[in-house]
């Protein structure tokens, strides 16, 4: 029997975002990211949630367009980031959340910033401007309406018409991204004597930025304090009894 021609034109035509994901920008693939798409002149975005983390594939009407993209999506850093105006290009910003501290005591002076949690890994990737013409939804239909099927030569039936040989054609516009991460990580090393006594240590910095703008990478002027939340001690020799304190 015959498969029916499943035609997906109609005003549209695909698009396939195309993300880059480099070691160095991220420290590995993530299981999954979240797109939010701006057609200009529509008050809200679209947004698609995906496990498919390398390319997506939209179906998009004539009009110009713009998007961001963030590594997993909101709900898998609740906790330590909260996300404002993600339904603005321009506003779309994440901030750290607070934390509390036994022993940092500067945390109850008035005015002092407050302590954040140390955030995970996250990547955002920023596309350039595009826009789907008319022209090119109608070029994009042309092809897709042409198909042929071809001729399979079977050993034990020779030559015959199968639907393994239907064939589609059609063209898609590709949307590069390449997705940085956003955190910053701030490696202390301090040699200390008698480290083998060392049973806690405890150490935070100030001044450190709280919240990002995710579509242009600068930090608001809003400041924060984070405290450490682990350390290793690595002594040089038993006999020296000098250490390497790495937090």
């Known amino acids: 029997t015959r498969r029916d021609l499943e035609i997906e034109y109609g005003g549209s035509m695909k698009v396939v975002v195309n993300c880059r994901w480099e070691l160095d920008a991220y420290p590995e693939t993530p299981t999954g990211m979240t797109i939010y798409l701006f057609r200009e002149g529509e008050s809200s975005p679209s947004v698609f949630s995906t496990p498919r983390v390398n390319s997506y594939e939209l179906s998009l009407n004539a009009g110009r367009y713009r998007l961001y993209i963030i590594s997993q999506s909101v709900d898998d850093y609740e906790g330590t980031l909260i996300f404002k105006d993600m339904d603005s290009f321009g506003k779309a910003r994440a901030t750290l959340v607070e934390n509390a501290s036994s022993w940092y005591s ?9 302590i954040s949690v140390n955030p995970e890994n996250i990547a955002v990737g920023v596309s350039e401007e595009f826009e789907i013409t008319e022209q090119m939804i109608e070029e994009y239909e042309t092809f ?13 039936n020779g030559l015959s018409e199968t639907d393994d040989g239907e064939k589609i054609e059609y063209r898609t516009i590709e949307i590069p991204v390449s997705p940085r991460n956003i955190v910053s990580q701030l490696w202390v090393t301090v040699y200390a004597d008698q480290a083998d006594n060392l049973r806690s240590v405890r150490a935070a910095t100030t001044g450190m930025a709280r919240t990002i703008a995710l579509t242009s990478a600068s930090t608001a002027h809003e400041s924060s304090i984070q405290v450490l939340d682990h350390w290793s001690l690595d002594l040089d020799t038993k006999a020296s009894r000098v250490g390497r304190l790495d937090g």
Do not use: L
């Open 106 to 114: 500067r945390y109850t002076k008035a005015g002092d910033e407050p």
């Open 144 to 156: 897709y309406r042409k198909y042929e099927h071809k001729r399979i030569y079977d050993p034990r």
